[in-house]
């Protein structure tokens, strides 16, 4: 009798092994030979499952994007819609460990995404998450239902330099200071 996998459940032991190695090296070392090694896998068995390297960060990007919606979805809405702004907003810079793993991977999908029609499709997702969190801050900002398009572009393009200073240049861009950054734009939207 063949033995009966759950691919679902292989996924996540691999996803566990590819965050480790993401986690504890960068992801740059996210190779499909270290996170075969790390699931205690063979290469081709783990190749079963991701063809290539970009197969490998879709997944990853596929992670990054849950767990950012979790936080964001997990975060307290009370206060002052300022603060909520800005809280909702900071889970999308890379302003501690995780969240700089998870901004390398974005920033090399965004690479592949020249050339790659998958990595081009994930990366289309991925800023539209991060568009509906833009969104919902300026209309929390403005007190308005719908918000400015042009708003929401300039606040969308912040948030990606930010988070691409902090990973390029982390000591011109530390977190407090991309925190700094994006709170004095947020200062600039009129009160409800």
């Known amino acids: ?12 032991e691999l996803a566990r092994a590819m965050w480790r ?8 070392a996210a190779t499909v030979r270290s996170i075969a090694a790390e699931a205690g896998w063979s290469p081709s068995a ?6 290539t390297q970009t197969e490998l960060l879709v997944f990853a990007m ?3 994007q849950a767990e950012a919606a979790e936080r964001i979805a997990a975060d307290d809405r009370t206060g002052p819609p300022r ?8 889970h999308l810079l890379p302003l501690d460990r995780q969240r700089v793993r998870e901004a390398e991977v974005w920033l090399l999908l965004a690479a592949r995404a020249q050339t790659d029609p998958a990595a ?3 990366m289309t997702e991925a800023d539209d998450g991060i568009r509906r969190a833009v969104d919902f801050a300026v209309c929390l900002l403005t007190g308005e239902p719908v918000p400015d398009p042009d708003a929401a572009a300039r606040l969308h393009a912040l948030l990606d330099g930010l988070a691409l200073h902090a990973l390029t240049h982390p000591e011109r861009m530390p977190p ?8 004095a ?3 600039t939207f009129a009160a409800p």
């Open 21 to 28: 190695v993401v986690y504890r090296d960068g992801v740059g």
């Open 62 to 64: 596929e992670h990054v």
């Open 120 to 122: 081009r499709s994930r």
């Open 83 to 90: 603060e909520v702004a800005q809280r909702v907003l900071e």
């Open 176 to 183: 407090g200071r991309a925190r700094e950054l994006l709170g």
């Open 185 to 187: 734009y947020l200062d």
């Open 1 to 12: 009798m063949p033995k009966i996998v759950d691919h679902d459940v292989r996924r996540a």
């Open 46 to 51: 783990l190749r079963h499952y991701f063809a």
